[in-house]
């Protein structure tokens, strides 16, 4: 993989989220404006478009910006010229004056008082910038100073404005109420039940748009809880989420990643690209919206952060696959795993990673103050991006899947600190060291670890304690190697063995083969072995197997007691 002649590059997008500063300092767009003409199309003045985190969407809601600003039309050509929209511009270009709403970065630990004077302040600042923007008088602004409460604000503000054509935008509508039902389902139907100040503040909005001030409306958000949650408060959107034409405006297809990478790697490295485009497939592909949609959707952010981490002058991939903050804002958006029985939501996600797969139904809407069902659940994980469609299965039930590799190791890792938090056991202190001396070649930590988790959780729930378990606590322990790629009954030669290590990079000094047995008693002992060995030894002779250097493979007998490790050479 040499490095080819010097020759120009494009800056990534990553952490930019401003159309006009993507396009005017020299940033690789990938141009989403045709989906500014579908939107027009449909003739609904009032839409919701919701994805996971990190997929996109405040990049896009920014070209609304400046796609319909009516100030901004001077600047049309410069910014739109070369895409789609500028070749093809609508009826309704720079027809608009834009209030944009943010309401991300809300802090929720310090309780609803501060949510409630972030969130006016939030708001005020916007309405000022607009009305500062569109030259009113400083009269009208002194005039929305004084007022605290949200709601009032843009009460004021609509009579102010009352003769305008405006275009709402808000972004990442509910990232604050998500964060707060993490915490307090009761805190947040405070918020967004009847005489809540997010419910009044949606309940001022709809009555704008009976007035005609407000145009249109377009909104992203992560999940509909909170829109379902202010039911009646705020009922004219249009959900355009999961319609086949819309799967792609968000997050990128394959096509939209092999020319990041032309544009990009492939300028600066002499590498296969189709080599290159499996390997982000298994790490940031799989999601689709639409049962009917053809193309499965990479996330956009994370193909960036590779993009902006590649290593140009070695042609190397970046040692770390994940943003930390972007690991956080999955982390974050887990603590939803405890809304309603967090037992049985707990038991859903051992039967994903047990299965690779699950069964369910989306849900239309949510009703917080009936019990939380197993498929309100699903469609939770299911918005956030923790599992997606795989196929159907029969009329409205489908079969979910786990899309990619990040989102399965974040599964392992939150499986291993539910495991340390429900049964007070330490792992995450020494974890990663332990998994250091297991890639040099010294097993006995990580059999120890291994050992401690088994015995503790064995003899709490032996009746439910069988080999999937063992299977999923030693994938759990081991997703915190960051430096292997972890592969759970890779079929090999039509052979499927319990667990593969394999070196991110040659460096890494030995490759694993774990075959896991679990024996509930003495007598099973001797039948499982030997199958257990017989397994092993016929992966070795497997040429997929074969090619694997410095391979060191395993049988992990498991039992109430202890964990045997007996390694079997080739």
Known sequence: MNSLKDKKMKKIIYGISNYKMAREDNYLYIDKTPFIEKLENLN????????????????FLSTLQYYYDENLAHEFDKLFGDTYIGKNPTPLKNSYRILFFEFSGIEVERGLDFVYDRFSSSVKVKIISYLDRYNYSKEDIQSIEQIKDPSDILRKFFEIVENDSIYILIDEYDQFANAILAYSMNDFLKIVGKGGFVRSFYEVLKGA????????????????????????????????TYREEFNNLAGFSESEVLLSLKETVLKKCNIDKYSLLEKLKKWYNGYIFNLKADERIY??????YFLTE???????????????????????????FNIGDSENNFQILQELIENNSITGVIKDRYDLNRDFTRDDFITLIYSMGFITIKDEA?????????????????????????????????????????????????????????????????NRDLMGFDEK??????????????????????????????????????????NYLFELKWVKGKENYNANKKEGIEQVEGYLKLDKIKSIPKLRSFLLIGSKDRVEFLELER
């Open 44 to 59: 609904e003045k009032y839409l919701i478009f919701l994805r996971p985190r990190r997929f996109g969407k405040s990049l």
């Open 209 to 240: 748009t009976g007035t005609g001030v407000v145009q249109k409306i377009f909104i992203t958000g992560v999940t509909p809880i909170t829109l379902d949650s202010l039911s009646s408060g705020f009922n004219i959107v249009k959900h355009i």
């Open 299 to 304: 996330n956009s952010t994370l193909v960036n």
């Open 310 to 336: 590649f290593d140009y002058r070695d042609c190397t991939m970046p040692i770390k696959m994940l943003d930390s903050n972007v690991a956080s804002d999955y982390r974050a958006l887990m603590k939803l």
């Open 394 to 458: 029969f009329g409205e039930v489908i079969n979910f899947e786990i899309p990619n590799y990040v989102i399965k190791i974040l599964y392992f890792n939150y499986f291993a600190v539910e495991i340390e938090k429900r049964n007070n056991i330490k792992i995450q202190n020494t974890i990663s060291q332990i998994l250091i001396d297991l890639a040099r070649g010294n097993i006995e930590p990580f059999k120890n670890q291994l050992n401690e988790v088994v015995k503790v959780l064995s």
């Open 469 to 510: 378990y063992f299977q999923m606590i030693t994938l759990s322990l081991l997703s915190f190697a960051s430096f292997y790629f972890i592969e759970s009954q890779p079929e090999k030669d039509k052979k499927y063995p319990d667990i593969l290590l394999i070196g991110r990079d040659e460096k890494v000094p030995n």
